[in-house]
C-alpha cells in the first residue's frame, strides 16, 4: 500500500465515524477497536508504509484516535441518561429522634440570656427552706407562701435553714448565686425543675422554671426593661412588645408582673377574619387577654434578700425575674398545647412532633 | 385574691368620668391588674386582681382610692369622695354590753354595739343586685347587711344573737384554746381545736366565736333573732391565719385579717352597718357603743431622698411630683432639703422601707414612662466549673440525631418503681405530702421511669429513648446527693446500643473509654480517663439494655478537640479474619487480647457475625516502613495460634 491511499481510508473512516449515531459505545468499541475492529486493523497497516510516509500518516491516525475515544464516551453518556427512571419515588427516611421540646426552649433561653452576659448555672432541686422562702423574705407561716404549694420532705429540718423542702421556684439560685460569687456583678441564668403540689391541664407537679438575676451597681428598672424587651424579641420575633405592670411579690420591690404583646393578633386584641368579599369581619383574639400574655413575674431584689446574700444594699441594686419554660414556650406560634401533661408523658406521638 | 367590683358600687366613692375599658387599662397599667370586666345584667363588673400585701385594696372603697390617685396621672380628673357614715347616736334604750374580757396581745380591737327591734326583711333588690353581682349569695337582710358591709370597706364585722349572748351570761372572753375543745360553725360544720386558736368564750367557757374567721351555730343569728351584737374585732394576723389554715376554714374575713387589714377601719364599718340596720330593718340603737383600741397601727416615717429614687429608676423625678402622687395615696408627706419624709396612712402597713415609697411613686409615674435599655455594666466571668451545659446540649442532639427520642419523665416515683430502681425503699427520700400515690419517692434511679416509656409506646419498637435528670442519694444530716445522670433504655439489639454510646463517648473526645464486665454477667461498666474513673454501667435485661452515665463524669472528662495524628505516610494493611468460635466465648477479651499480641496491629474490629463464625477487621502498619507479605505472615499466623491455643478457635479457611 502507498501513503495516498492509507490517508484517504484514514479519512473515509472518519466520515464513517462521524455517521454512527446510533451505536451504543459498547458497539463503537467493538466495530473499531475490538482485535478484529475496523480502526485497529488499519493501524496495524501502517507498518506496510515507507519510513518516511508512516512519518506522515502517523498524526492523521493519532486524530482519528482521538476522535473515537471522544465517541465512545459521548455514546455512553448518552445512553445512560435515556433509561428510564422514576423520581416520584418517596425518600428513605433515616430514624431521626428528637430533643425534647423543653430542652429546646432552654437550649433558646440559654443562648438569649448568654449573649447579653448571663451566666447559666444549676443549683439544687431539694433545698432548704432558707433559700426557697425565708431568704427571700418570706418567714414561716407568711400568707405569701399560700401562692407556692410545697412538697416537703420527711426528713428532719437543719436547725438554721429549716425543712427540706422541693424548690417551688428557681429563685432558690438568688442567695446561692450570691454566696458562690461573694461579690457583684452578677449576671445569672439559673433553669431548673420545679415542683408543686398541684395538678390539672394546665398544672403538672413537675414543671420548669427559668430564673435571672442581675446585680451590680447602678441597676435600675431600666435595664430590667431593657432585658424584657431584648428576649421578648429574641425568643417571639422582632415586633414582640414587653410590659411590667405593679404586682407583689416578697422578694422583689418593687415587683411587676410581666406581659408580651400577643404575636397572633399582633397586640390589638382583635383578630381580623377575612370573608371572601374582602372585607374583614373583627374578633376577640381567643389567645391573649386585650393584646397581651401575662409571662411571670419580677422585681428589683429587695434589700432584705441582698442582705441575706451578703450584698450590701446600699451599694448595690439588682432585679431578678422568674418564669415558668412551659408556660413561656407554649406561646410561640402554633403551640397552644392544650394539655401541658403531655410534655412528661413519654408519648412518641406527641414528642416526634418536636 | 381576686375582687369583684360593679362599676356604680365604685362610683358612689368616686368622682370620675370615665369609660370601664379605659379604668381597665389605666388602673391595670398603675395598680391592681383588671383581669376581666364582665357584664352582670347590664352593668359592667370588674374582676380585679389584688396582692397579699394590699388588704387595703380588697375593697370597692380601696379600689376607688387607687383609681383616684391613678387617673390624674392620665390626665382624667378623678377625686375619692369623703365616706359619709353618721355617727351612731346615743341609745333610746339601754341594754347591757356583754362584759368583754380583753386580750390585748391577741387582739387589737374590739368594737361593738347593741341592736334592738330588728326586723327579719328580705334584703332591698339595690343591695341584692350588687351582691349576686359579686357572687355572694343573698340571705335575708340581717346577714347581707355585714356582707355589704365587709366589701364596701374592707374590714369584717359579724352580727351575734344578742339573746344568746344573754342566755348564756352576757360575757365575751377573748383567749386561746386548749386543746380538744369543740365548736360547731354557724354552717353546722363541727370542729375541735388543737390548741392555740384565738376564740370567744362564755362565762361557762364554751367557746362562741371564731374571731375574725367565722360564727358559730351558738351565737349565731337565726330565724328568731330580733336584737343584735353588730361586733367588729382585730385578731392578730398570725393567729388568723393559724386558725384559718389549721382548720381549713378560709372565709373573706380570715382572707382580710391575716393580710393586716387596718383595725381602723372598723369605725367607719359598724356606723355604715348601723346605718344599713335602721334604714333597712327598722332597727335601734339599744347600747352604748364598746371601743376597746388597744393597738392602732402606727406607722413610722420612711425616708427617702431623690438620689434613691434615681438609684431605682434610672430617671430624675421632681420631689414634689412625687409628694403629690403619695398624698394622692393618702400619705402624709414632708420635703426636708432633697429627703421625702413619707408617713403612710394607718392602712398603708406595706410601706415601711424606701424600696416600698419607691415603688409607690414609680407605678404612678408609670413604668410605662420609663426607658427600656441594656445593661453597660462588666459581664461577669465566673462560670461554675462543674457544669458543661454545652456538653449536654451536644449529647442531647448527637443522641437525636442518630434516632433516639429525649424524655422528660418525673423526678418522684411509686413505691413500686422506688423498689424497681434496685435500691431499697427505705434508702429513698419520701415526701411528707405527696399529692398522688404514683410521686411519693425522689428516684435513685432513671432506669424505671425510662423502661416505661418504651413500654407505654409498643408501636415504636425497637425504641431507644434517654434524659438527663438529676438522681438524688439521701445523706445523713443533708440535702441529698443530686447526680445528674444520662439515662438510656433500648429495646434496640446491645451490640447497636453499645455503639451509639461509644460513639458518643469518641464525639466527645473522651480517651481511655474501657467497658468491663465478667464472662457471662448481665452488668458491664463504664470507665474513663487515667484514672480509671467508674461513670456508669450498661445493663441487659430481658426486653432492654439500659444505661447509666454520671454526667460530671463526661464533663470532667470530655475534650473540646482532639489530639491531632499526623497522617499515616506508610501503608495500611487491612485484612478480614474469620474464626469459629466455641459457645460462650466472650468476644471482648479475646478481642483485647489479639490487639495487644503485636504493636503492628493498629486496629482489630469485629466486622460481622454468622452463627459461631466471626469476622475481624485487621489493620496492620508500621510508621516507619511499608509493611510486606513476608512482615505480615507470621503476624497472622501468630492470630490464628493465638486463637486456637487460648480460646479454642478455628480460623475459616487456609493460611497461605
Redesign the interface.
Known sequence: MIGSQYSEKLLALKQRLQLETTLSAEELQQKYLGAHGVFTLLAKQITELTADERKLAGKPLNDLKMALATAILAAHKTTSGQGWVDLSLPGEP???????P??QAM?EI?QIFTS??F????Y?????DWYVFESLNMPP?H??R??WET??????P?EKKGQ?V?TTHTSNGQVREME??GEP???MINIA?C?R???DVTHT??FHQFEGL?V????????L??????FAKAFYGPGTKS??????FQFT?????VDFSCHICGGSGISLTSIPQGIGTAQKCKFC??GWHEVGGCG?V??NVLQAGGIDPEIY?GFAFGWGIERTYTLKAGLAIDDIRL??S???QF??QF | MNILIPHSWLLEHLEAEIEPKKLQEYLSLCGPSVEQIYDKAGEPVYDIEVTTNRADAMSVRGIAREVAAILPQFGVAAQLKPLATPKILPPTQELALPAITENDALNKRTLCVVLSNVRRVPTPDWMAQRLTAIDMNVHDAVIAITNYVTHELGHPCHAFDYDKLVASGNQIIICEAGAGESFTTLDGNSFTTVGGEVVFKDGAGQIIDLPSIKGTLNASINARTKRILLLAESINPEKVRFTSMTHAIRTTAAQLMEKNADPALASDVLRLGVKLYQAICGAEVASAVYDHFSRPNRLSSVTLTSKELLRYLGVAIPLNSAKEMLERLECAVEIAHDTLVVTPPSFRPDLSIPADIVEEVARLYGYHNLPSTLMATPIPTNRPLDTNFTLEEIVQEFLATVGWQEVYTYSLMSEAEAIASGFSLDTHLKLANPLTEDKVYLRRSLTPSLTAVVAANPMRQPLSVFEIANVYHPRANDLPEEVLTLGIVSSSAYRRVRGVLEALLSKLHIAQVEIETAAGSHEAKIFCGPQHELAGSITQNKANVAIVIRVRALVTHAQSHPVYRPQAKTAIIREDLTFTLPKQTAIGPLMAALQNLDQHITTLELSTVYNDNYTFTIHYHDAKHNLTSDQIAPLRKRLVAEVAQRWGGSLVGQLT
Request: charged content about 25%.
Open positions: 433515616p430514624q431521626v429522634g428528637h430533643v425534647h423543653i430542652s437550649a440559654t447579653i452576659g451566666t447559666r448555672v444549676r439544687p432541686e431539694v433545698d432548704w407561716n400568707p405569701a399560700d401562692e412538697f416537703f420532705v420527711d426528713q428532719a437543719d427540706m422541693l458562690r460569687l456583678p452578677i449576671r425543675r415542683y403540689r398541684q395538678q407537679q413537675m442581675v451590680d451597681k447602678g441597676i435600675t428598672i431600666q435595664h426593661k431593657g432585658t424584657l424587651d431584648y410590659r411590667i405592670r405593679p404586682f407583689h420591690e418593687p415587683s411587676f408582673e387577654k386585650s428589683m429587695h434589700p441594686t410534655l412528661y413519654g408519648d412518641l414528642l416526634e
